[in-house]
């Protein structure tokens, strides 16, 4: 591989200078995305057709000196395969048609076929590799069971899941079966991805953090930690890290470090420094800019930048990203300039 | 005063049982409050008029054994006063006609007169006190600087906080000139309310949680600081209480405890107990029931008050209250059965 520095920082190898991806760098920001997703005619069909999964995964590769792909997909395949009708409003984001609300209606659920269902997904990542050849690794994704089940109970965004909690609270043992199955699905979702070729996942447990610590540990982290334990090797009998990222998360980072994964992402809520004394080097830390920094001017991006990276201090084991997505209105030459202050700052520090 | 519960253990003096206020305890769940607010003919008109308020702030009063009145207004009043043309848009929340979104457009801003421009609180105020006669304390309170301010700023709901974070990082000088001007007026507003005969206050800082640690601490808490020590005694001299509330601030709780504040508000994603641990009897502790455990059963509901007044444990300085506020599909009987636990479970830990 020509750079391999963001798989090298997973493993606490020692790298030239701090590897960086960013969460959403492909997508709305860059004109060319919004080109092609007027042309795939929907969101999910540039999810489902791989040449266009390949191509939008590509596109921030081709702007940026990135050191990671990330495969161009939603957290939703999953539920969208499990017929419960995703389709999206304008302005309001994912919505289901049959949302499952009940211990009956998730009595009647059953696991969506990976091969069939979501054949798209492994044919999208083989042939990312492909283009890719070596440039950069490639990191697979799927949404943490918790996070799955918010869409697939509410229906659609929620301010405050209350249904999802209603449900938590008042029937725990529908809400550990819907988990459970979620689980396993996720992890034989992640494991064809790197059967396919990803190597490196990340689990997405977007609103962990909207639950109590006891709730957390029950219904997000314990089944983020079966999927984890469930991952395979990659077809070379390599290791393939695992990020978990809860939004959130900061408070509960040693029971997340203890899930055996190799990394935590970390939002922009904690000190990058103040995580790395209380987890150590037990695992690898991503993150974690705010994302509004992108709004600020690149003076000022490349200030905090660095700002992150010393905070973390000397050593390998950091992974730059930002603390959430990139969001639609971002110059993407404000991303041109974190990406290179990263680097270029990384390298100081490095060396 | 008839029951000084609230007062006491504020006060971290000796009480009978754990006393419990709600967030939102007067609102839309409450089918009398819907009644009113259809005659009233709109939200800002039953905060504006004194009679009104007094009559919404009563209502849950007259259901549940509250041993706190909390002031029926909005946090909105403020910047309302400003001349920022506020109204609410259904089903999104209130909107600005006019935000604030330059150092030009900031440096034209003028502290609202409170006598004039936001005399009615102080009424309403005055008519609650004579109302309640001493049955139970009355609790004044305002938004945080930064919290009135995100709503200035992006004139409106937001889920990333995109201007007044390019603001905040672009433009810091004209941030701090905003939200100088925001602690002036806040200060000065719950001193009138103060003045009126609020007996304790609660500034709500809803969204400091969505700041860096250092953001955090230089935009929002700093400001919070001033207001705490801008605050007068009570017309008969006695000290008022204030309770500080940011939601999502459980991982900056000794740095709140620091700013002289009588209490922290806690929101449900970190254990009363653990914070306990980390503040000692620095404050007392308000807090922190999932708001959505009351969506669950009544017997759920119950053994999960005992459980965070287990947490929390013996000896006083603990108010019971929702971790946010109480929302608008909730069954009324559910409260009920929350209050009646809390005062029977508190009671057994107090003797």
Redesign the interface.
């Known amino acids: 591989m020509t750079n391999d520095r963001l798989l090298r920082a997973l493993r606490h190898e020692p790298v030239d200078t701090t590897p960086i991806w960013l969460m959403r760098q492909a997508g709305r920001y860059l004109p060319e995305y919004r080109r092609l997703r007027e042309q795939a005619g929907s969101f999910m069909n540039l999810c489902q057709t791989p040449e266009l999964a390949c191509e939008v995964t590509l596109q921030p590769l081709r702007r940026f000196d990135l050191d990671g792909a990330i495969l161009f997909s939603d957290i939703l395949t999953i539920p969208a395969a499990m017929g419960l009708g995703l389709h999206f409003v304008p302005g309001e984001g994912p919505h289901f048609h049959h949302p499952v609300r009940t211990p009956e209606a998730i009595g009647k659920l059953a696991a969506p076929d990976i091969a069939d269902d979501l054949g798209y997904v492994a044919d999208a990542v083989r042939l990312i590799r492909r283009e890719l050849n070596g440039r950069t690794p490639l990191i697979g994704f799927a949404g943490s069971p918790w996070t799955l089940a918010t869409y697939m109970v509410e229906g659609g965004p929620s301010k405050?899941?209350?249904n999802i909690?209603?449900l938590l609270?008042?029937e725990p043992r529908a809400m550990h079966q819907l988990l459970d199955l979620l689980a396993r699905t996720v992890t034989d979702y992640l494991n064809a991805q790197i059967a396919a070729g990803a190597q490196a996942v990340q689990i997405f447990d977007t609103w962990g953090?909207?639950?109590?610590?006891?709730?957390y540990r029950e219904f997000s982290l314990q089944y983020m930690q079966r999927i984890v334990q469930g991952l395979k090797t990659a077809p070379d009998g390599s290791h393939v890290p695992v990020i978990l990222f809860t939004k959130?998360g900061?408070?509960w980072l040693e029971d997340i470090a203890a899930t055996g994964c190799d990394a935590i992402g970390l939002d922009?809520?904690?000190?990058i420094g103040?995580a790395r004394r209380r987890v150590g080097d037990r695992v690898a830390l991503q993150g974690n800019l705010?994302?509004?920094?992108l709004?600020?001017?690149p003076e000022?991006i490349r200030a905090?930048a660095a700002a992150v990276i010393d905070d973390f201090g000397p050593g390998t084991g950091h992974v730059f990203n930002l603390g959430h997505g990139v969001?639609p209105?971002v110059d993407p030459e404000h991303v041109a300039a974190l990406v290179d202050a990263v680097h270029e700052h990384g390298a100081r520090l490095a060396s």
Chains 1, 2 share one sequence.
């Open positions: 405050t899941w209350q909690k209603a609270y008042n953090g909207v639950l109590t610590p006891a709730a959130g900061g408070p922009w809520t904690i000190d103040t705010d994302p509004m920094l709004y600020a001017r000022i905090q969001t209105q």
